[in-house]
């Protein structure tokens, strides 16, 4: 079974320039995150999509990130203008509804991320 | 709101000892409960996870956890470790009510020493 798909794994721009992210999901999965993760923290979610829907969407700073999933498989993550503490890596996750434990909706399989570094 | 606690931001052990991380969680409730492993430059890889059942849970690599609902701990442990070990580690929680997102603790970095 293929995992999680980001590209690109790396990018480099400077303040204020524009920038997209791609995720690819495990196939057959619903639910697909968007988390960021500053350098010696943990992960935080910034979007969360069941289908093509937005299920949560609080914690994405909305006046410069923008996602997408417009047919329910693959989504994007844009951050238009950049700043420079938006320097960090940028996690795709999803979650399959099925399963045969109560929790196993729960649980999420990463992608390998995408480092941006903003100059 | 739900928080999770990694009190060591750091451990260095020696290639084949023994090893437990430590994983705290805030809140009353026993939430699902899981650990990730993340490699430099790579994404979070799922070791193991605590939905309900049996309080010691294996997982793979050779680890496993005990939950301890007196302690709201979730310590990850590993009898002897291996130089590929060493990496970040992640506790999360998520409470299955209301809107509760997956919460990390901000992570141990393992070293390990020859």
């Known amino acids: 079974e293929a995992g999680v798909a980001q590209s690109p794994r790396y990018k480099i721009i400077e303040k204020r320039q524009s920038v997209a992210f791609w995720c690819n999901p495990i196939?057959?999965?619903?639910?697909l995150y968007w988390y960021q993760q500053i350098l010696g923290q943990g992960p935080k979610l910034l979007i969360q999509?069941?289908?093509?829907?937005?299920?949560?969407d609080s914690q994405l700073p909305k006046d410069r990130f923008s996602a997408e999933r417009l047919k329910g498989v693959d989504s994007t993550l844009k951050i238009q203008p950049a700043k420079l503490e938006d320097s960090a890596v940028y996690l795709c996750?999803?979650?399959?509804?099925?399963?045969?434990?109560?929790?196993?909706?729960?649980?999420?399989?990463f992608g390998p991320g995408t480092r941006l570094l903003v100059l | 709101a739900q928080s999770v606690t990694q009190p060591d931001i750091h451990i260095t052990v020696s290639e084949g000892a023994s090893l437990e991380l430590r994983c705290n969680y805030s809140y009353g409730a026993t939430p699902y409960l899981f650990w990730y492993v993340q490699s430099p430059g790579q994404g979070l890889q799922l070791l193991l996870k605590?939905?309900?059942?049996?309080?010691l849970v294996q997982g793979i690599k050779g680890f496993e956890a005990e939950f301890k609902r007196s302690q709201s701990s979730f310590n990850l442990r590993k009898p002897s470790v291996h130089w590929s070990d060493a990496a970040e580690y992640f506790c999360a929680v998520k409470y299955n009510f209301g809107n509760e997102k997956l919460t990390f603790g901000t992570g141990t970095r393992l070293t390990i020493i020859p």
């Open positions: 605590y939905f309900s059942g049996d309080t």
């Open positions: 999509f069941q289908n093509n829907g937005v299920v949560d």
């Open positions: 196939s057959g999965h619903a639910t």
């Open positions: 996750a999803s979650s399959s509804p099925r399963g045969t434990l109560a929790g196993d909706q729960e649980t999420q399989y």
